[in-house]
């Protein structure tokens, strides 16, 4: 019987699945046997960790779950109903959204603005170079040694709304002592529609006790008579006691002297 | 052998006649070529790089200049066919010392030239495509034909004709005179800006220009007319105080 282990009977035993002689039997087999009796626990441990591990939810935890999920339920039912009313401060949520949307377009706005001011800067400092360069050309073209270039830069006189001193002053050198007639005459149509400034005028007065060429004469008499210039009477006497003055000059200043003395 | 001989012959005869009625120089650094005459002067182009004046065969040195040298305000004569000339760093001066009877000058086409005439002499100037600088200072004429370059030319009391080629550069164009006509002929398809102005002549032209009026008021300088022409391009101005002006499409 010692030889007679009940080792496969040990699950049954365990579970309560045998019945009550084999019971008995068991029992009494496992007093006698330290085999079984070692076999038995180390069974009834391995059963243990397997209940611990695996735990079966009973009946109570089922129900347990099921009515807290109703309860849970229940509460976030309740949660929503709360998030519905702050429908209620809708006015609110826009003034929120405007703000952002507001502090959107002004940092917006102050971006570009900023952007704006510092392309004007850019704009203003290119135009700047741009008339430099303009007037480096004109005053360099003025000095070429061809007269249609000399002309040219005359011309560039339209490129400028206000010339500033500089440009005048050339454009005078250019009506003085210009060796072409057509390029003194070409200044002469530049500074014309400047004669408020103080150079132009006298530019014109010198011009004319020197000038040779007739055509520019009767240019700058004209063009002093329109503004009255006084000073420009006695140029205009000695031309007309002069020898070699055109005919058609004499007359032009005969006519027009009384008007500015 | 006999026939190539003959002919070495013939062209050295030609030479030594040539060279004594002729005058070259020649243009190598030379930019512009400046003219200067009392009496008419023609300017032709040729296709070598070199200043030829031809001087005529009716120009003759009188009998009892012999030994003599021909001097006058310009300088004295230094080509034996009664010019000076002078190079002036990259300008060749040119001087007509006679008073009367002109003379030929022959330059390339693309040379840069400005002619003056200081007394009665009449420009012509014919071929060129470099800049022409005309300049009659008392009673010649200009005439300018077939010009494709700018052009500068200015007359007192003379008629300044202007037929032009091909007009391409941007080089302003500026024809003025005090009292003789500017007769202009230009290729109708010429972009330009045109200003046209006199002050006691009329203007006459089938290119489609009228005249501008600022505010109804007449400008200081008389009629002006400023018109753009295929889109606008060259400056072209043009001025007679006393002179009629006609511009004609070529």
Not at chain 1, 4 to 14: R, T
Request: charged share 25%.
């Amino acid at each position: 019987m010692e030889k007679n282990h009940v080792f496969d009977q040990i699950p049954d035993y365990l579970d309560g699945n045998l019945n009550k002689s084999a019971e008995a039997e068991f029992e009494k087999h496992l007093e006698q046997c330290a085999d079984c009796q070692k076999e038995l626990e180390e069974m009834k441990t391995f059963f243990n960790v397997f209940e611990e591990e695996v735990p079966t939810p009973s009946d109570r935890l089922k129900a347990k779950f099921e009515s807290t999920l109703e309860q849970e339920k229940i509460n976030q039912g309740k949660v929503v109903q709360l998030e519905a009313k702050p429908s209620s401060n809708w006015i609110g949520n826009i003034l929120k959204i405007a703000a952002s949307i507001a502090l959107l377009v002004a940092a917006f706005q102050m971006g570009s603005l900023f952007q704006q001011r510092k392309v004007n800067e850019d704009i203003a400092q290119l135009q700047d170079e741009t008339n430099q360069m303009k007037q480096t050309a004109m005053l360099s073209l003025m000095e070429n040694q061809s007269a249609s270039k000399r002309i040219q830069g005359v011309n560039y006189i339209e490129e400028f709304e206000q010339p500033d001193e500089a440009i005048i002053q050339a454009l005078a050198n250019r009506l003085l002592y210009d060796e072409n007639d057509n390029v003194r005459m070409t200044a002469f149509e530049a500074l014309v529609k400047f004669t408020s400034s103080e150079t132009v005028k006298t530019t014109f007065i010198n011009a004319l006790e020197q000038e040779k060429n007739p055509s520019i004469q009767v240019a700058i008499i004209q063009a002093l008579v329109q503004i009255q210039e006084k000073k420009a009477a006695e140029p205009m006497k000695k031309l007309l006691e002069k020898e070699d003055t055109q005919p058609f000059i004499k007359d032009q200043i005969r006519a027009v002297l009384p008007s500015i003395t | 052998m006999r026939k190539f001989t003959f002919i070495l012959m013939a062209l050295f005869v030609g030479t030594i006649a040539r060279a004594q009625s002729d005058y070259t120089k020649s243009l190598n650094g030379i930019q512009w070529v400046k003219i200067e005459s009392k009496t008419d002067i023609v300017v032709k182009t040729h296709s070598s790089n070199e200043l030829l004046i031809k001087s005529g065969p009716e120009v003759k040195t009188p009998e009892r200049a012999k030994g003599l040298k021909l001097v006058g305000e310009g300088g004295t004569d230094n080509t034996n066919v009664g010019f000076s000339v002078v190079q002036d760093g990259n300008t060749l001066i040119v001087y007509n010392l006679r008073k009367s009877k002109g003379a030929e000058i022959y330059l390339p086409a693309s040379q840069n030239i400005a002619v003056k005439s200081t007394w009665n002499g009449d420009i012509e100037i014919d071929g060129f495509s470099g800049e022409i600088e005309a300049d009659a200072q008392l009673n010649g004429g200009v005439k300018l034909l077939n010009v494709n370059g700018p052009v500068t030319a200015n007359s007192l009391n003379g008629e300044l004709e202007v037929v032009f080629g091909k007009v391409t550069q941007d080089s302003p164009i500026s024809l003025y005179s005090t009292n003789g006509a500017v007769d202009v002929s230009l290729p109708s398809n010429t972009p330009a800006n045109l200003a046209l102005s006199t002050l006691n002549g009329n203007v006459y032209t089938d290119f489609e220009v009228k005249s501008e009026d600022k505010n109804g008021l007449k400008s200081v300088l008389g009629r002006n007319i400023k018109a753009s022409i295929n889109g606008g391009g060259v400056k072209i101005s043009m001025k007679s105080t006393n002179g009629n002006m006609y511009l004609r499409k070529k």
